[in-house]
């Protein structure tokens, strides 16, 4: 373990002093976690860096000499005990491939911060300026955190994702228990921790690409490939646009080159590759396509065409969900989004998260009166009024 006197700055590389570290973690009721990585040329993050911090205790643990986790991991798994990150979908991608799972419960500032009227999206350098009059000192933001030795300059930037993120913690915290509204980031929250979303699993890959086309032999050959790239970049730790470009798979599926010299023909995929040891594996994932595309072809469920919505209807729905989010305090976004609103506008009974709960009534009983008639806008020296008809 070594400790910056200057700045108290406490840096674990070693077994004995990550087990003392998770003993003084284990004290408190809440872990605020960040974490450093490096993922440029590789699939799988490289873990480089893990902040913790409780309400009186703040450490970095160095993973990167092939330090054993498990103390930490187990303080991670304990679901009594709440993690707080901000922005947490990479963080929790980088401990669900530790874990398992990924952890919980978790708490996310930057959802939290929504529903208490702090913007969507916020940065954590605006949370922190906003919420605590603090200003992160952003001077070492691009570090290559893969080197060593870390200075006390790196450290003490990556220890102010974690001291900062628990007093944001508290008030944020504090805020919602007062005004009830816990329950209102639930949904977001569990969203986050989802194992659905750590999966990466070869055979969903097709979902990224978009596909362009809904014939069942672009479909196969779609899915076969995409899943062949995605097992390659997960096996040689590679990221897959270095495996494969998406344009590439796209033209690939519409082409269907069932030899090395069609493949090399195509102009999006690199000169040489259909002889190399990857083109190889390739024409194998197309060829299996083309012979049985009902193996490989994945079933899309295609919605009924529907009439576009009202515009006046939509942008004014837009309006009042604006005013409302205004009056509560909260992000519209928290409340619903533009295909929530669309879907209202368009549909008699939309099957949407903004006609449930909380945001029913604060937004959708609303919405319904306003595309029933029964409810209007109108402009004022103050902004918007809503008026019953």
Partial sequence: MDRHAADDLILIDDAAGLAEACERLSEGEFIALDTEFHRETTYWPQLCLIQAATADFDVMIDPMGGLDLSPLLDLMADTGRTKVFHAARQDLEI?????????????????????????????????????????????????????????????????????????AYVILRDQLTSKGRMDWIADETAALVDPANYAFEPADAWRRLKPRKTRQDYLAILAAV???????????????????KDDAIHEIALQKPRSAD????????????????HGLALMEAINAAIEDPEAFAPVIQRDAPTPAPPAALTELLKVL???????????????????????????????VAALSGWRRDVFGEKALALKAGRLALAASPNGVRVLDV
């Fill in 321 to 351: 969900l604006k005013h409302v989010a205004d009056e509560v305090g909260v992000a519209p976004r928290l409340i619903a989004n533009a295909a929530d609103v669309e879907r209202i506008a368009r549909e008699k009974q939309p099957e």
């Fill in 226 to 244: 995409a899943a062949w790239r995605e097992a390659t970049a997960q096996e040689s730790d590679k990221p897959r646009q270095r495996i494969l």
């Fill in 95 to 167: 401990f669900a491939r530790l874990m398992g799972a990924p952890p919980g419960p978790v708490f996310d500032t930057q959802i939290a911060a929504m529903a208490c009227g702090l913007g969507d999206s916020i940065s954590y350098e605006n949370l922190v300026a906003r919420l605590l009059r603090g200003q992160v000192d952003k001077s070492s933001q691009f570090t290559d955190w893969t080197r060593r030795p870390l200075s006390p300059k790196q450290l003490a930037y990556a220890r102010g994702d974690v001291t900062y993120l628990r007093e």
């Fill in 262 to 277: 069609a493949l090399e023909r195509l102009r999006a995929v690199p000169t040489g590759y259909a002889r190399s040891r």
